[in-house]
């Protein structure tokens, strides 16, 4: 019998959660395909372009979003960009591999200049798309229930993948904020990235655990592995019911971190997005989003989830993520540096044009307005009185709710001197278990010392609590503590108002809510 | 009716003009004769292919400079605003 072989990924390259167990099947790197080659004849290339956009009229389907895509496709094997240079390298009726490669890299470098990071992703579709184009291999051996290992996913992959029914999608490289990423987690298929070279054992059988970032290949105990699926699939049939649950007291919401993922926990039944970070709309790019464009997400994310509460945090970034825009200093230490309100204060034009943007989306729905890494009072009233000067300017009569982040021990130390100022309060507790222990989450030497578990930090959080409820305030939790469903009754009975989570965690913590509650009648 | 007409038109589609919103516009804008150009920021481009269109990255807020020659020119400055107010404020 093979030898059995365990092979740990970090929870962080988790996309999409689920289990599988099937054949791995190794899928070459499309982009890395040669350019080596016979000279395609020019209306031969007409013709797989014509079986290709078949293939992807007839395999998108199945919902609005995924039509849309195949459409977008189809038109970009047909363009009249495309086929005019195309035809220009044409000779005597034929075109080089390598031709075509280079109109798709032209194609590609026009895409990327456009400077929009949500078009640069779709880049990949354009490459996948011409490797399709030259490519005579077709019909990838997939069937049903298969593991996938690929060097790259690919948007039009996934779509592919998701069809022929496969188990779950492994990858080398990858970000959570991909398109292929995001499809995979719509279409809720297990996927993780990350994931070291599996050559040695394509077609072994392979068990996928995309829960605890887990592959084992030639398991042992297959009944075992066959009965945790079936448990979680029906747990995750049944959770669907609690997804739309509601309690008294208590709002389960969802964390969200980019324009796509606001459907997403919509479908997922949040109460709310109790922490919208609006990092996304300010990385990788070189200048500033406008007030407009800003506006138009923030109005889109409240009107999506009116009358519940939207809580949009201020940008929250420090040195160390390198915005070439941002009047930053380069520190030994970011986390404990010029970030989150500190930053916003030393670039006033970038703060007054989101609180510009938030204020004139607020009459759309029920804005919450989050300002992070809060270290002393002065810093709320900073924030209000520059929110009352911009409300008096746009005539806005109601004011948003401020609230602060609970991540710096400063704010629990004195928090009779907050109460006053905000509106209701968020403990960030990964922060503020990496603060309290003075130990680095990302630093695997100290990861000992940081547990947000532990009962310092749940000390912290009731202290908070009761500090707040005699000023009325409300207290959510938006941390990874908050996504433990074994940590739920103890949130519960603390006395928090609000648990944000992954969207993909909604109907599970509405859950352990739900039992919980019926436990304690 | 034949004839030319040139519009400034805000984008307030959330989206932009990316591949979503650019793909529903060139469809729109298959049945039309006339020529569609939309100029942005100093880039003329044909309005009927897709590439073109995402390649400019229009984004939402920003204008847009739209320009419609031929015998449906009224019909394509119609379909174009739609795609491009689809979402907004007009709603």
Request: glycine fraction near 8%; charge should be negative; aromatic fraction near 6%.
């Amino acid at each position: 019998m093979s030898k059995k072989v365990v092979i740990e990924i970090p929870q962080r390259y988790i996309v999409s959660e689920g289990y599988a167990y099937g054949t791995l099947r190794c899928v070459g790197n499309e982009s890395s395909r040669s350019s080596e080659g016979e000279p395609i004849p020019i209306e031969k290339l007409r013709k797989r372009a014509k079986e290709v956009s078949e293939e992807i009229s007839r395999t998108y389907q199945g919902s609005e979003v995924l039509k849309e895509l195949g459409e977008v496709y189809v038109m970009i094997l047909g363009d009249p960009l495309l086929w005019d240079k195309l035809e220009k390298r044409e000779k005597d009726g034929k075109i080089s591999i390598r031709d075509v490669f280079e109109v798709r890299d032209y194609i590609v470098s026009l895409l990327v200049e456009s400077g929009n990071p949500l078009i640069r992703e779709r880049t990949d579709d354009i490459m996948n798309i011409f490797n399709k184009l030259v490519s005579a291999e077709e019909n990838l051996q997939i069937r049903k229930g298969d593991v996938v290992y690929v060097e790259k996913l690919y948007p039009l992959d996934v779509v592919h993948f998701y069809r022929v029914g496969v188990g779950a999608i492994l990858s080398r490289e990858g970000s959570h904020t991909s398109h292929a990423a995001i499809l995979a987690k719509s279409l809720e298929i297990p996927y993780m990235y990350g994931v070291p070279s599996l050559e040695a054992y394509c077609d072994s059988l392979v068990f996928v655990d995309a829960l605890a970032g887990r592959i084992v290949v030639n398991p042992s105990n297959e009944r075992g592995i066959k009965e945790t699926i079936l448990r979680y699939e029906e747990e995750k049939k049944l959770l669907e019911d609690y997804s739309k649950l509601r309690f008294e007291g208590l709002n389960v919401m969802a964390n969200v971190g980019f324009l796509q993922e606001i459907e997403i926990a919509k479908k997922k039944g949040a109460d709310g997005i109790g922490l919208f970070r609006t990092e996304f709309l300010f990385l990788n790019r070189d200048e500033p989003p406008s007030e407009n464009e800003q506006f138009l997400v923030y109005k889109h994310a409240l009107e999506t989830f009116s009358p519940d509460r939207v809580v949009v945090r201020l940008l929250d970034v420090g040195g160390d993520k390198g915005i070439p825009y941002l009047e930053l200093p380069r520190e030994e230490n970011p986390f404990l540096g010029v970030r989150g309100i500190r930053a916003l204060i030393q670039n006033e034009d970038i703060f007054l044009t989101q609180l510009r943007a938030l204020l004139r989306a607020s009459p759309h729905g029920n804005l919450g307005i989050l300002i992070p890494m809060v270290s002393k009072p002065s810093e709320v009233d900073y924030v209000r009185k520059i929110v009352e000067k911009i409300a008096s300017e746009l005539e806005i009569g109601e004011l948003p709710d401020i609230g602060i982040m609970v991540e710096v021990p400063s704010v629990i130390l004195s928090l009779d001197r907050f109460l006053g100022r905000v509106d209701f309060m968020s403990i960030g507790t990964n922060d503020l278990t990496q603060y309290l222990f003075a130990a680095d989450r990302m630093s695997q030497y100290v990861s000992d010392y940081y547990n947000d578990e532990d009962e310092v930090v749940l000390k912290a959080i009731r202290l908070v609590v009761e500090g707040a409820k005699s000023a009325g305030i409300p207290v959510g939790i938006c941390g990874e503590l908050a996504g433990k469903v074994h940590m739920v009754k103890r949130l519960v009975e603390i006395g928090v108002t609000s648990l944000s989570v992954s969207s993909s965690r909604v109907p599970l913590i509405k859950k352990a809510v739900y039992e919980m509650k019926k436990g304690s009648e | 009716m034949e004839g030319k007409v040139v519009k400034r038109i805000a984008v307030t589609n959330p989206e932009g003009l990316h591949a979503r919103p650019a793909g529903k516009l060139v469809k729109l804008l298959s049945d039309i004769e006339s020529s569609v150009t939309i100029v942005y920021k100093g880039k003329r481009i044909n309005a009927k292919s897709v590439l073109s269109v995402m390649s400019l990255g229009v984004e939402p807020g920003e204008e847009i400079e739209v320009i419609v020659d031929g015998p449906d020119c009224e019909e394509a400055l119609k379909r174009v605003e739609e795609v491009v107010h689809a979402g907004g404020e007009n709603e």
